[in-house]
């Protein structure tokens, strides 16, 4: 299953991290952590 927003523009300023629905359920904690880290390694 797939969630996409319409109106992507105004996301156009923004990352976006694609993730799945039972991903965000199961390990919100683990996700969120994950994308921290992302942009941890990104700004180095």
């Given at each position: 299953?797939?969630?996409?927003?319409?109106?992507?523009?105004?996301?156009?300023?923004?990352?976006?991290?694609?993730?799945?629905?039972?991903?965000?359920?199961k390990n919100a904690a683990g996700i969120?952590?994950?994308?921290?880290?992302?942009?941890?390694?990104?700004?180095?």
């Amino acid at each position: 299953m797939a969630v996409t927003p319409e109106d992507n523009e105004r996301f156009e300023s923004r990352d976006v991290y694609e993730i799945t629905l039972q991903d965000a359920i199961k390990n919100a904690a683990g996700i969120i952590k994950e994308i921290e880290e992302m942009i941890a390694s990104e700004q180095q």
